[in-house]
């Protein structure tokens, strides 16, 4: 009959363990001195097994995640990239679909001679971002009919959590979108001014279209909070030729289910 091991000395091991598979003890484990050594492979090369597994789980994930980037840079440099990020970051998370926020700031500093890989790799992540996001209720333009002109006056509107925002300096949407369309990718170019890229979710799909400037800064300050007054009047006061586009701006937040509530903020 076995003596049971006590349960401090098993949560030792644990932990021992754990720190061989996230790789912070590899070279000289601590934890092969608790495995026992018996008839076919070795204790190191047994180790090595749950070593290598859990990079390729992880690998895999990121794959799944980086779909267009890991076909941008072909199976040797984007497992290479993803070995090296799973050794600088190892996993804190519970939930592997998160795992992978960081990849793109990874990216930006290792491929910093190629930034369009790191754009390609964040404009996949807020896809999916845009894709996960909480379901909220979604306003229309009947919602805003039963409202009064003083009441507009006072008007500010909830986002649905799903709307993003990305500043892209490079032709990385033509890119991500010949990848998934299975073509050849065109050539990176840069442009000569930084672009806004709108990403959300509509009808189960996540959805991207760039933005002229004004609107952008227009949607940005309801998403911030301000009320719609406030926008309208910031919007003019930049741009006076911007103001009659706004209530079409609006028209088409509603119709593309970018808004979620009416709020009535400091009414009388």
């Not at 497992?79 to 990216?107: E, T």
């Not at 279209?209 to 007054?229: C, T, V």
């Amino acid at each position: 009959m076995s003596t049971p091991v006590p349960a401090a000395a098993t949560q030792a091991i644990q932990d021992k363990f754990q720190q061989y598979v996230l790789g912070t003890d590899a070279v000289q484990p601590a934890i092969l001195a608790d495995i026992r050594e018996q008839f076919g492979l070795p204790a190191t090369e047994r180790l090595a097994i749950y070593y290598n597994a859990y990079r390729i789980r992880i690998r895999d994930a990121l794959a799944e995640a980086y779909g267009n980037t890991h076909g941008y840079l072909g199976d040797d440099m984007f497992y290479q990239l993803c070995l090296d990020y799973i050794d600088a970051h190892p996993s804190q998370l519970r939930n592997l679909r998160w795992y992978g926020a960081q990849f793109p700031a990874f990216l930006a500093a290792r491929l910093a001679e190629h930034p369009v890989v790191a754009e390609l790799a964040a404009f996949e992540w807020t896809l999916s971002l845009a894709f996960d996001a909480a379901d909220q209720p979604v306003l229309t333009l009947d919602d805003l009919r039963p409202l009064t002109a003083e009441q507009w006056q006072y008007l500010g509107f909830d986002c649905q959590p799903s709307l993003h925002f990305l500043q892209m300096q490079w032709n990385t949407v033509a890119i991500w979108q010949a990848l998934n369309a299975g073509r050849e990718p065109p050539a990176a170019e840069r442009e000569a001014l930084a672009t806004p890229w709108l990403i959300w979710r509509k009808d189960l799909q996540s959805h991207f279209r760039s933005m002229a400037g004004e609107e952008h800064a227009a949607l940005q300050g309801l998403k911030a909070g301000q009320s719609f007054a406030e926008v309208c009047a910031l919007a003019a006061g930049r741009s006076p030729a911007s103001a009659p586009q706004i209530a079409g701006w609006l028209q088409t937040w509603l119709t593309d289910e970018m808004l979620s509530r009416v709020r009535l903020e400091g009414a009388p």
